[in-house]
């Protein structure tokens, strides 16, 4: 199986970050990472500055996080950002869904955002948690989304961790993906009944199987994080990193 490239999702580190941005950011490079999921940059920095900082450690921004408002309302601000670091062209938003009729009007409205991004070369992605994982009339709200939504113009950064947390088999569920995957968040999950977040291999995932999964429905990317960590995050990240090269998987 041919290895994938692998990117960093820095909510891993938001700690540290807020502390040492620009050391975090090179820690990142140094452990062997070669892509980011990052938005602008804090207050002090230009975007110049952060490309600047980017280009010198070989870290491709492979997309980002933003909330439904910003998307709605500023579509051309994001794919300005995307365009003035060289990213690659993704958008991932998470939403929790209050109801049947929420998730139908929100579906219309990513719908929308994705076609206004489209425009702009940008993909819209939407990111799981284990809440889509409900049920409205027997079908689940995450189900129900890809059902609502242009294949075209909202995709998915599916979630290992939150689709087993759900009590669903992450290679199951992304097979059904095929050509709607193009990012995949990848996070282990430790035996037990806590299911506490783990570094990859660490625990209880079959991340051999996912990434034959993830080749076979066109995933581009592998995105590491980890929300909580029971070491610093950073030797989390670094502890990730090796056991993918250890699994021959990057």
Sequence with gaps: MS?????????TVRDHLSKDYIGTIKKIAEIGYRGIELGPPPAGMTVAEQKSLLDQLGLKVTGFHSGIEEL??????????????????????SYHFDSEEDLLIKAAQLNEIGSR?????????????DWEFKTFNGVYALDRLLQETDPSLVKLELDTYWVKRAGLDPVEYLSKLR????????????????AFFAEIGEGILDFKAIARTAKEVGTEWLVVEQDFSRRDPLESLAISYRNLKRLELI
């Design 72 to 93: 709605a309302s500023n579509p051309d601000g994001i794919a300005d950002y995307l365009e003035a670091v060289d990213a690659e062209k993704y958008v991932a938003l």
């Design 179 to 194: 050509g709607r995957c193009p990012l995949l968040h990848i996070k282990d999950v430790e035996a037990g009944e806590e």
């Design 3 to 11: 290895t994938f490239s692998v990117s960093v999702q820095p909510y």
């Design 117 to 129: 991004l489209r425009e702009r070369g940008v993909q819209l992605l939407y990111h799981n948690h």
